[in-house]
């Protein structure tokens, strides 16, 4: 599409020079538009009875431009198509319904008979046609479209889901039955359509139940695109269904894009919060780590004060017996063994017991908690 950049003060110009909707049919932009982007860049406008003066050849006074504006000085517009209605003020769904009804080549129109129809409706019109042979309980079926109406409205609602399904196919999408459920395909995007008939709520005494009502169908068809909080009702109104076949695909081109957009949303999420996670777990594992590292240094610190004790309490047993001069074998064999006992329990000894192991170091540990918390 060409395009044209114009400055805030040729803007300006343009729109004392021109009216709004004679701008309008020159850009792709409603005349609305035009006075909401003049108020947005601070641009005055003419006001009431300025062109009745200029058509008449009277004087005018044109306002200036205003110099405080803080915003974009300039601002980029699209030429208009020559037939093309399409403005880009307006929402993205009226858009794309413009452009849809302006593919002269697009199967717009809804046939009052069947010509050529897809194979789901084939399978549809023969499962109506069965069903109506046999018995109102026959055998759904695969592929059979998600149609409620009155048999005297199947051949409409079969015209109707035809032309849909054939306009889908040309917009470069697809159409299915999963689970009795019909799904267009989108850009690889799901979206469930339903089509049914409207019933009225009419009072009925003929139960002898006191007041009941009964409801019966009234010909209006209302098709059900989406799900959930994304679901939207078409309906028969000043508008058929078959005159809002256009709108209708371009609402499910747009949701197509939105549940799209939400999806790489939630994707993105789910990897920000998967990262998130592995950090916070790495981290708590590192200070696992750290804990169990300072545990095991503040043993060994505690340990080794415990063999300082030791060994002062040996030395003192031998300075003692020196002392006093008493030199018992039953006495120096216990000295050795206690200072091998010593050097298994050193940290930074470790020496090697025949006896004893690192299993019985723990268990010497816990019983001395133990004995701790008790008492």
């Known amino acids: ?6 400055t805030r003060k040729e803007l300006h110009n343009l729109v004392w020079k021109e009216t709004m909707s004679a701008l309008s049919k020159k850009y792709a932009i ?4 035009f006075r909401k982007l003049c108020i947005r860049m601070n641009i005055p406008i003419p006001r009431n009875g300025y062109w009745q003066k200029i058509n008449f050849n009277k004087s005018v006074i044109i306002d200036k431009l205003p110099i405080e504006f803080e915003g974009e000085d300039k601002i980029q517009l699209e030429i208009r198509k020559e037939g093309s209605e399409v403005n880009l003020d307006q929402s993205p769904v009226t858009i794309l319904t413009k452009q849809i009804l302006e593919d002269k080549n697009a199967p717009l129109i809804v046939s009052q008979t069947l010509d050529n129809p897809d194979k789901l409706i084939v399978a549809t019109k023969n499962y109506f046609s069965n069903k109506k042979k046999k018995n109102w309980d026959y055998k759904r079926g695969d592929n059979i479209l998600s149609i409620s109406v009155e048999p005297e409205n199947e051949g409409r609602a079969l ?6 399904i054939k306009l889908i196919q040309y917009r470069g999408h697809s159409i299915k039955v999963i689970n009795n459920d019909t799904l267009t395909i989108i850009n690889g995007t799901e979206i469930p359509i339903y089509l049914r008939e409207t019933k009225k709520r009419v009072f009925d005494r003929s139960t002898g139940y006191g007041d009941q009502y009964k409801y019966i169908p009234n010909g209006v068809f209302a098709l059900k695109t989406g799900k959930w909080s994304g679901d939207k009702e078409w309906r028969d ?4 269904l078959e005159d809002q076949i256009g709108k209708i695909l371009a609402k499910l081109e747009i ?3 939105e549940i799209k957009i939400k999806e790489e949303e939630s994707r993105l999420w789910r990897l920000k919060y998967d990262e998130e996670l592995r950090i916070k777990q790495e981290l708590e594992k590192r200070k696992q780590i750290e804990l169990t590292n300072f545990k095991f240094l503040l043993a060994n610190a505690e340990r080794l004060d415990k063999v300082t004790k030791l060994r002062n309490y040996i030395k003192t047993v031998e300075d003692n017996a020196v002392v006093n001069n008493y030199d018992d074998p ?3 064999n216990w000295i050795n063994w206690a200072k091998d006992k010593i050097d298994w329990y050193d940290p930074l000894v470790r020496k090697e017991d025949e006896l004893l192991n690192d299993k019985d170091i ?3 540990e816990e019983k001395k908690t133990n004995t701790n918390y008790y008492r």
């Open 1 to 6: 599409m060409e395009k044209v950049t114009l």
């Open 30 to 33: 409603s005349d609305n538009g």
């Open 159 to 164: 015209c109707f889901m035809d032309a849909l």
């Open 237 to 240: 109104g000043k508008l058929k």
């Open 255 to 257: 949701d197509a894009q």
């Open 330 to 332: 039953e006495l120096r």
């Open 362 to 364: 723990k268990e010497l």
